[in-house]
């Protein structure tokens, strides 16, 4: 049967096709260490190419919900209950709990406009004294803490009627709709135990974190936004794969 009917609009055949094998593997369609269809089987099914495919397969690679065997073909990972993320892709955090099968909910705690830190400043390649929304925000997946964010967005040529909208959902989805989505990210990756970051009664204790600090990017190569989201340990896993 033909699925083609679900892989047209805006979005890439490629990033359709892997949203769509995911929603199936996330419903129970496929099993843990099942064999998924064929490259072949999914160029028919789907009417689209081998390339497209490949390419769905290797974001679903990326994601940890898929394990890519040459010659063998790809199977569906064991990944248990937890949230992972792929730290090759760029994706908005609401989107990743969503699709690993919990309900995602952001709580801004704090908005402030302001002008930018000596460090936001040379991290956005902004002018001194620049004005910036600055937002501290809470990540939960079926209500439990699962990271704090800290996102600072430079305001300027920012549309004014879409200000209060940061940090009241996902910030990728307002920056989207403001024209100016992250295409890329530069980011850092640390152990942090600070019991000061969190705040209200799921606050871990003792406060470990793995902190992914972040600048995004826009197509054109702007900095768009710069992120530190302190991660509780053991909440969320990211994978990295290996090249060969």
Do not use: C
């Not at 805006?10 to 949203?19: F, M, V, Y």
């Not at 974001?59 to 919900?65: D, K, N, R, S, Y």
């Not at 768009?224 to 340990?233: D, K, L």
Request: aromatic share 6%.
């Amino acid at each position: 049967m033909s699925m083609s009917a679900s892989l047209r609009g805006r979005t890439s055949l490629a990033r359709q096709l892997a949203e769509d094998v995911r929603s199936r593997i996330m419903s129970g369609e496929f099993a843990p260490g099942e064999r998924l269809p064929s490259e072949a089987d999914l160029v028919r099914r789907y009417e689209v190419s081998r390339v497209t495919v490949r390419t769905a397969l290797r974001t679903l690679e990326a994601q940890g919900l898929v394990d890519v065997r040459h010659g063998s073909g790809s199977f569906v990972s064991d990944f248990g209950g937890g949230i992972r993320a792929g730290l090759q892709e760029l994706r908005s955090i609401s989107d990743t709990i969503r699709e690993m099968g919990h309900e995602p909910r952001m709580e801004r705690h704090a908005s402030e406009r302001r002008p930018a830190t000596a460090t936001e400043t040379a991290k956005l390649g902004i002018p001194v004294g620049a004005e910036v929304l600055a937002l501290e925000r809470m990540v939960l997946a079926d209500e439990q803490v699962v990271a704090y964010s800290f996102d600072v967005v430079p305001l300027d040529g920012f549309p004014v009627e879409l200000v209060h909208q940061l940090g009241a959902g996902s910030l990728f989805a307002t920056l989207a709709e403001a024209g100016i989505m992250p295409s890329r990210a530069l980011a850092e990756v640390h152990a942090i135990s600070d019991e000061t970051i969190g705040w209200g009664p799921q606050k871990p204790v003792p406060g470990l974190y793995v902190l992914l600090d972040q600048v995004h990017f826009s197509r054109r190569g702007s900095a768009v936004a710069y992120s530190r989201t302190y991660f509780v340990e053991g909440r969320f896993q990211f994978v990295v794969l290996r090249t060969n």
